[in-house]
């Protein structure tokens, strides 16, 4: 039994999701579907057939030489489509569409198979009745027919050939068939193709022009400007003398204005690329003189299209009543606004200055507010200002006129004089309407305007509430991950190569990876330097020379720091191996400071006190004993600070260092440490205090001095 157009369509169109989900069922599905589509099928069925042989030769997924083993089986098949009399457009257009695409690959097979004149047969009756078509089909048919003489003109004309060695992949044309071909020999097809060039450019010289067909050829040319250079200068020279603007005039229509203005589109299009291609060339002048032409020309007859007839300067005879002025015309006054309405008025009806139903009846806050400003702010500048000054007057008066009706109702009628006891109501008591009434007819209220008390400061924001420890540690292990996420995004330095500047470098000089990591191991080695406590008492032990400030107990963001710079050099070792570098001897030189520092503090811990003791024994008589015994403890006890104290010494008691005899010398000459706990000399003064001479004894004599 038949299966029914429908069944046979759906059927169809499976198959067509078939070999678009899979190229390589095209061969099987193509040679089914002819016999199924050809000229004596239903037209639905043709119309469907057509449309995906077209399809099928033009899908960029299908190989080229499936395409040519298949494009000799639908050549007969589109030769029964065309040479039907009587053949559906759509069906045409589609045929024609299929032979575009087919011609360069049956050209290709005919190249390398001279003896295959049954397929070169088919295709020339193919190609002939196209050309029989071009001049009195539909404008559709005629921009399909356009569309394969550019692809003949193409194929039949010499083009550039890559490699000679491989002739399947250069470009089709007429370079690369031989000489003495017996079917398709080059002297008969190029004067064929030049030809159908001149024909194909014939529509620009035409006294009306058809805007779709010059699009369409337009569109057509640009390929062969780019693909044939021999012909390229014809066909520039052909479009420079166009003018797609000849047709204007006042009375055009619409669809001719629109019409034109894609015909000068294309064209300027056109010649853009063609410039953009070769700014250089022989024809860059010419196009840009023509482009510039062709924008004046633009300018002036959207300009004169708007621009209106003026007004003649002296009268004209009576005779000529269209331009003669009515003299006693009186021009029509500009309409009141309508009076407002009684009782309670809005804002919109006091603003609105029409009488227009439409108009204040559309609620404008359906419109976005971009919209209004883009309809409005035109508006303003177009309005004129004496229109704009008497609709500012109307709604001033309005205003005013309200205002002055609301005063009234507020103070009420005057009362007259009479019997008070006729109007006694000792237990009268207003109604919630009666109050509503009284507080509409009050005058409504600034908003702006507020008593004296109520009179807004100047308004603080409070401190944010300190950070805790843990809160702190947070925010740092975050500050640290997002750093360190950075890393990934950045360049990598190793393909550049620098100078290294060194422990010297600026650390954000350059902003890029190896910057962003010097700040990364100075944060983690040199930030905490100098914060751990330096409260450290004399009488506690000092540390050994040259050793590092120990951390607290509790991890620090340094710690934190350098355990995150060692996981990520641990990822991927081999090409961080240089940033590894980069922070150990960033370690090594913060340990250097560090030592450094530490024996300048050890240093400058008996100087302070040294000053005071000189002060003390030089402008304080009282502790002048005192402070003398702990400069010689100094100068037998500390070695830092014995030359300083040996200077006051030799001032102040100079028997140290003048003995009796040279035992007595020798004994002097290296101190010896004594305990200065030892009671005072008897010849100190009466009255002082005693007191030991150490390093908290300088503030206990400066009390007692006090």
Not at 581 to 598: A, G, H, K, V, Y
Request: glycine share 6%.
């Amino acid at each position: 039994m038949a299966l029914s157009v429908t069944t046979q369509l759906v059927q169809l169109d499976a198959a067509r999701q078939l070999v678009l989900a899979d190229s390589a069922l095209y061969p099987q599905i193509v040679q089914g579907i002819l016999p199924i589509v050809g000229a004596n099928a239903r037209l639905e069925l043709r119309r469907w057939g057509a449309d995906f042989l077209a399809e099928t030769f033009a899908s960029p997924v299908l190989a080229l030489q499936e395409k040519e083993r298949l494009s000799k089986g639908v050549l007969q098949t589109l030769r029964e489509l065309l040479e039907d009399p009587g053949q559906d457009d759509n069906v045409v257009k589609s045929v024609i569409q299929a032979a575009a695409s087919i011609y360069g690959l049956v050209f290709r097979q005919i190249i390398s198979s001279p003896h295959d004149s049954a397929t070169w047969d088919r295709m020339a009756a193919v190609k002939s009745n196209i050309f029989r078509r071009w001049d009195a089909a539909s404008s559709g048919v005629r921009i399909c027919c356009i569309k394969f003489v550019q692809r003949v003109v193409q194929v039949q004309t010499p083009g550039v050939i890559a490699d000679p060695r491989r002739s399947e992949q250069n470009e089709v044309s007429l370079a690369l068939v031989p000489r003495d071909h017996p079917l398709i020999p080059p002297s008969r097809l190029e004067p064929e193709a030049l030809g159908l060039l001149d024909r194909l450019l014939n529509v620009f010289h035409e006294e009306i022009s058809d805007a779709i067909l010059v699009t369409a050829t337009l569109n057509c040319l640009g390929t062969l400007i780019r693909t044939r250079p021999s012909a390229a200068n014809r066909i520039v020279n052909t479009i420079l003398n166009f003018n797609p603007l000849k047709q204007t005039n006042s009375s055009m229509t619409p669809q001719a204005k629109v019409q034109i203005k894609s015909m000068e589109r294309t064209t300027r299009t056109v010649l853009l690329n063609v410039l953009r291609k070769n700014e250089n060339g022989p024809f860059a002048s010419r196009i840009r003189q023509y482009i510039d032409r062709l924008a004046q020309a633009r300018f002036d007859i959207s300009d004169g299209a708007s621009r209106k007839r003026a007004l003649p300067s002296e009268p004209t005879d009576g005779l000529d009543s269209a331009k003669r002025m009515r003299l006693g015309a009186e021009l029509p006054g500009r309409p009141e606004p309508p009076p407002l309405p009684s009782g309670p008025v809005s804002h919109a009806q006091l603003f609105t200055l029409t009488g227009d139903k439409g108009l204040t009846s559309f609620d404008v806050t359906q419109l976005p507010i971009d919209l209004v400003v883009r309809i409005t702010l035109p508006v303003l500048h177009r309005i004129e200002q004496f229109s704009l000054d008497a609709a500012i007057n109307a709604v001033r008066s309005r205003y005013n006129t309200l205002k002055a009706s609301q005063a009234t109702q507020t103070q009420g009628p005057a009362q007259v004089l009479g019997d008070d006891e006729d109007d006694y109501e000792p237990n009268f008591e207003p109604t919630e309407e009666q109050v509503l009434n009284k507080t509409d007819n009050l005058p409504p209220q600034d908003p702006f305007h507020l008593p004296p008390d109520l009179a807004l400061g100047p308004f603080k924001l409070p401190q944010p509430p300190p950070l805790t420890a843990e809160e702190t540690e947070q925010m740092g292990k975050g500050t640290i991950s997002r750093v360190f996420s950075m890393m990934s995004v950045l360049d990598d330095p190793s393909t550049v190569k620098r100078q290294k500047p060194g422990l010297n470098r600026f650390a954000g000089s350059n902003y890029d990876r190896d910057a962003l990591m010097t700040v990364i191991t100075r944060l983690a080695t040199r930030a905490p330097a100098g914060l751990e406590d330096e409260d450290v008492t004399e009488g506690e032990e000092e540390a050994p020379r040259g050793a590092i400030a120990t951390q607290s107990q509790n991890p620090s963001l340094s710690d934190g720091i350098r355990e995150t710079l060692w996981r990520f050099v641990i990822e991927d070792f081999r090409s961080r191996i240089s940033i590894a570098i980069s922070w150990l001897n960033e370690e090594w030189f913060n340990d250097r400071i560090q030592s450094q520092s530490q024996d300048g503090r050890k240093a400058r811990k008996r100087p302070p006190k040294q000053h005071y003791e000189n002060y003390l024994a030089a402008f304080r008589p009282p502790v002048r004993e005192i402070c003398i015994d702990g400069l010689e403890d100094m100068w037998r006890n500390d070695e830092d600070a014995r030359a300083a104290a040996g200077k006051l010494l030799k001032k102040v008691r100079p028997e140290l260092f003048t003995g009796g005899n040279a035992e007595s010398s020798n004994q002097l000459a290296t101190p010896v440490p004594i305990d200065v706990k030892s009671p005072l000399p008897s010849d100190s003064k009466e009255g002082l205090p005693s007191a030991s001479v150490q390093g908290e004894g300088v503030p206990n004599a400066v009390a007692a001095a006090g």
